[in-house]
């Protein structure tokens, strides 16, 4: 059972409902600061991610050319030549059905047996046929046709209005016969097309999905660290340099990849954790009121041999002497720092191939968000510490943006999956600490060794 | 709908206005504690403001059932726990020559003593003995929860409860005996 004491209660009565006088404004305005900075924070990273997911889309629909891979290659090919097909038969189809009504046309007016008019119209469908682009060969045939149709009014005069009759009626019979074994080619052909959209959108559809890949692996980074301040606080850089060793660490990544042409963009999640060993000692000198003490060899006597002499007097000289004034207070600090990042990078890269691997060279950034900490720094005292356990703390930029480079040799161990090996470095474009709470700046410089898998669609 | 009720929904909905109600509301019963655990405006006005800042992002856990106010001052004592946490870790040893103390047994305090005193004395006290009379005696917390929390053994907690309540003893006498000499004037 806990134990009560009179004074407990004494205070606990006293202060419990206690208010005190408000802090100053500045308080209030930093708490409202915080706050808006984390909801612009959330909006920047949500248009961030917009931006980029719609930009992907964008790019892929519309900017990206069609990938080099050989039997994609040959499918476009033959999508382009289906397509240049069709539209040549809708022109055909245009002419067929132009001259079915020319001919149309045409027999009216020879029934009232107006044969000049009937001669305009074959006119009009010898030049349609000759401006047909890629018109059958057949139906500019029928310019040559055995019986030649002048142009000139004098030849139409010249001739009978039989013969004239005639000879239209065999131009108009084999140009509906063409037309008639045209359609029927047209109707074959329009059924083929039908089928051929459906491959172009299914293949359309494939050349897409094939250009992603997925990508897991990690990274082993091996940790440098700068910190820097303003001269007033040198010494406190130089204890923290001397004192703390970053700690080396295991980064797991998983990723995905937009390939076009010999380059890539490319995303993901990389877990990223920063830290260093602590170990330092600081003292400080002290004024000691309670624990001066000394002693003296009071148990001997010497003979005085000048005044008086023979005399015996007690030693006064101490043999074992303490600094009565002051002492030094010694400090020790130690702890495992370590502050764990999710980081979302952006690369964008360009492959070289160097049979039978693939060098990749990729650069970007990433954005870092802060998942916890467990940490402590020295304070600008240098005799205590700033306990960092909580990754809401205000010293904290909960935001940190790095600088990326990347090289990656890769290995196709199937036509599906691949390996790679890939050195980068890495480095913090801003101090984890925000400049109004913490005067040292403090960057990471991350250079690492990955490996990893990755699995094309 | 009480007041209050309407200023945690409109802090549920990130509105500005209602935040700063909450604020103006709470300020000073959270910055008393604040103050009574770090013992100087300085550090209690940091512990203040990453205790709002909880407060603001976390308010979406609150559960209904229980005290909102409660709630709010638990945030800022585990805060302000966290701030001194190993701040000092040289006030945190055992005092092994403070016997048990019997002071009070056979005083009696006045009831009425003025809050601001009262707090004066609080913040007067040495920070190790201030964290774990403020943990014990206001938080009811156990020695065995203070010293998982400070990171200290139960003994030391113990010491420093002691020394404490010797501390605050001899302060509220003083005080006392000060009182009645002036008004015996």
Known sequence: MKETHKIDELFKKSLADYRSELPSD???????????????????????????????IWAIYNFLPVSSDRETLNNSYAIRDKINTKTQLKNENEIVSKINEIKTVSKKEEKKGNFQKINKISQVLIVSAENAENADAKIFESKNYDVQISRDESFVNAESNESIESKQDKVLTKVVENATEKKAENLKLVDEMASADGLIKKEYKNRIINRFELIAGGNFYFVDKKLSANKEFDNLVKIRENGEVPISNFSPYFGIRYNFNNFFVQSGFQYQKYGEKMDIQTSEMKFNVIDNWFHRDSLYYV????????????????????????????????????????????????????????????????????????????ATDTRSVIVLNNEKSAYFNQVMLNYLFRLSLRYNISRKWSVFISPDVKYNLGSIFKDAYYPVKQNYILYGVGSGLIYKF | MKEIDSIIAACLNEKRSGQHKLYELYAGLMFGICLRYTGNRTD??????????????????????????GWMKRIMVNTALNFLRHKKKENFIEFTSVHSVNLLENECFDPDFDPHQMMKIIQNLPIGCR????????????????????????????????????????????????????LSI
Do not use: C
């Open chain 2, 44 to 69: 209690a006005e940091d512990v203040m403001q990453d205790g709002f800042v909880k407060i603001f992002q976390n308010i979406k856990h609150f559960r209904q059932e229980g005290s909102f106010e």
């Open chain 1, 303 to 378: 003979k005085d041999s000048i005044n008086p002499p023979g005399a015996w007097h007690i030693d006064t000289i101490w043999y074992v002497t303490h600094d009565t004034t002051h002492y030094l207070q010694k400090y020790r600090f130690q702890k495992n720092n370590t502050y764990k990042y999710i980081e979302i990078p952006f690369l964008i890269g360009k492959k070289f191939d160097i049979n039978p691997f693939i060098l990749e060279v990729s650069t970007g950034i990433s954005v870092g968000l802060l998942l916890k900490s467990d940490a402590e720094i020295l």
């Open chain 1, 26 to 56: 500045k308080v209030k305005k930093k708490i409202f600061g915080t706050l808006a900075y984390y909801q612009y924070l959330k909006w920047s990273l949500s248009v961030l991610a917009l931006l980029f997911i719609s930009g992907s």
């Open chain 2, 131 to 182: 964290t774990v009379f403020n943990m014990f005696a206001f938080e009811d917390f156990s020695h065995k929860e203070i010293a998982a929390q400070l990171g200290i053994t139960e003994g030391t907690s113990k010491s420093q409860l002691a020394r404490a309540r010797k501390l605050l003893t001899e302060a509220v006498s003083e005080f006392k005996r000060k009182n009645d000499y002036q």
